[in-house]
């Protein structure tokens, strides 16, 4: 079973105080370039992995999505989602995805965001997402980039300009990393960027696009705090669809 580190009171209690969690979809500023990614939604049905708390199945909703279903292993974020969702077209199941089960050809959209570097292995998961998909359907999702979850402790140093430089620690060994995040303990899984693009494609997953998400000038002019943001990527969004 993954890490259920969201039912922690303490990393929850964290989590609900990032922007990200206060002001949803327009709190993460990766957004605009995720929806840029996404197909319409119109009359389409949509699974989120890792829903968290609801944000984006109720946008999907909103898109005129038919039928939205979002997931998660936290009974605390699965109950702030039902908390602030109506309507009939969103419903929410606890589940884990390292053990994901999903009906055949039953989605025009798996999304994700955030969620899939606290899966252990990828290729059930992927597995289970491709049989999952209509045809021509799309999985469009957004993982820590691999650069970014293997820092060299302190996680930056300054070079002779006093710029600031992100050693990588062990960028090729790939498994579990813990990291102390919000609370201690924190479980993520590294692999490289080469090793995620390669199970999708193994999977049976052409894909479309990739972007090695950084703010733009403007964002970092607007909020001064993303500018440690440009030194390297934070994340990195995937749009791949059905072959």
């Known amino acids: 079973m993954a890490q259920n580190i969201y039912d922690d009171p303490t990393f929850f209690q964290g989590y609900s105080q990032l922007p990200r969690s206060r002001l949803g979809l327009d709190g993460a500023p990766e957004w605009p370039a995720l929806r840029a990614l996404l197909p319409p939604l119109r009359g389409r049905a949509v699974v989120d992995l890792g829903c968290g708390y ?11 999505a038919a039928a939205v279903l979002g997931l998660d292993v936290s009974e605390k974020m699965l109950a702030r989602a039902r908390a602030d969702t109506a309507g009939a077209a ?6 884990d995805l390292e053990t994901l089960a999903l009906p055949a050809a039953a989605y025009d ?11 252990a292995d990828l290729a059930p ?5 491709r049989r999952a998909l ?4 799309w999985l469009v999702f957004s993982t820590e980039h691999p650069i970014y979850m293997a820092p060299a402790s302190p ?5 002779a300009q006093g710029r600031k430089r992100w050693p990588v620690d062990g960028y090729h060994r790939e498994g579990p990393r813990v990291t102390d995040w919000l609370a201690p303990g924190v479980v993520k899984h590294h692999r490289k960027l080469g090793t995620l693009l390669n199970a999708l494609i193994g999977a049976g997953l052409a894909i479309a696009h990739v972007d090695e998400w950084g703010p733009s000038e403007a964002q970092v002019a607007a909020n001064p705090d993303l500018a440690d943001e440009r030194e390297r990527p934070m994340m990195v969004l995937v749009a791949a669809r059905a072959a």
């Open 109 to 119: 959209l798996v999304y994700s965001s955030l969620a899939l570097h606290y899966v």
């Open 155 to 159: 996680g930056w140093e300054a070079d």
């Open 134 to 137: 209509r045809p021509d359907g």
């Open 125 to 129: 998961l992927l597995a289970t997402v």
């Open 54 to 64: 609801g944000w984006f199945c109720r946008w999907a909703a909103a898109q005129g």
């Open 90 to 95: 969103v419903r929410y199941e606890r589940a």
